[in-house]
T-cell receptor, first 111, second 115 residues
Framework: GESVGLHLPTLSVQEGDNSIINCAYS??????FIWYKQESGKGPQFIID?????DKRQGQRVTVLLNKTVKHLSLQIAATQPGDSAVYFC??????????FGTGTRLQVFP | KAGVTQTPRYLIKTRGQQVTLSCSPI?????VSWYQQTPGQGLQFLFE???????NKGNFPGRFSGRQFSNSRSEMNVSTLELGDSALYLC??????????????FGPGTRLTVL
């Protein structure tokens, strides 16, 4: 099956700080991108999405930035809270409903 | 509105057996996709169904199959189980397939353990 990496990077941040999680996507033809949050024992939860005709989109406490030139996606979480601790995945979509997921980044929030 | 539901939540099988997992999409959603999640390989796409037809398929052996019913509920089946099939199997639903721009919402998954 398709796979993206074997290692799970970890980002540790202090409560109240801003977090930035990065993702490199694989296909320049991808036109839709999603960030998911997955807590232990649960399925991925939708956070925010962005279409390829945009370079920035904001939600509640979260911002997604898309740089198509270098095929890079980032998720910014403002005022990180303990409840934000989870694994975060980016996913790309290439004109189908077949999501290709990144490796994931574990976010740890400490007091 | 209820989310995506998957049954059973946990399953233990032995090598060589077969297993069937069930997924009920969000009400009104007609597209269902299945993913396998393992620590080593991450989240990998298995297949997607819409209107009882398989539209997309990932790179998995023929032991993995699925189907969708007229009410959009979906099942996936794994025959002749192998140890490496131990994983979290996730189902996601979306309104309808298009250019892939409908958000997919995930269920809690079925944790399959093969002994």
């Amino acid at each position: 099956g398709e796979s993206v990496g074997l290692h799970l990077p970890t980002l540790s941040v202090q409560e109240g700080d801003n977090s930035i999680i990065n993702c490199a996507y694989s296909n320049s033809a991808s036109d839709y991108f999603i960030w998911y949050k997955q807590e232990s024992g649960k399925g991925p939860q939708f956070i925010i999405d962005i279409r390829s005709n945009m370079d920035k989109r904001q939600g509640q406490r979260v911002t997604v930035l898309l740089n198509k030139t270098v095929k890079h996606l980032s998720l910014q979480i403002a005022a990180t809270q303990p409840g934000d601790s989870a694994v975060y995945f980016c996913a790309e979509n290439i004109m189908t409903d077949k999501l290709i997921f990144g490796t994931g980044t574990r976010l740890q929030v400490f007091p | 509105k209820a989310g995506v539901t998957q049954t059973p939540r946990y399953l233990i099988k032995t090598r060589g057996q077969q297993v069937t997992l069930s997924c009920s999409p969000i009400s009104g959603h007609r597209s269902v996709s299945w993913y396998q999640q393992t620590p080593g390989q991450g989240l990998q796409f298995l297949f997607e169904y819409f209107s009882e037809t398989q539209r997309n398929k990932g790179n998995f052996p023929g032991r993995f199959s699925g189907r969708q019913f007229s009410n959009s509920r979906s099942e996936m089946n794994v025959s002749t189980l192998e140890l490496g099939d131990s994983a979290l199997y996730l189902c996601a639903s979306s309104l309808a397939p298009g250019r892939g721009t409908d958000t997919q919402y995930f269920g809690p998954g079925t944790r399959l353990t093969v002994l």
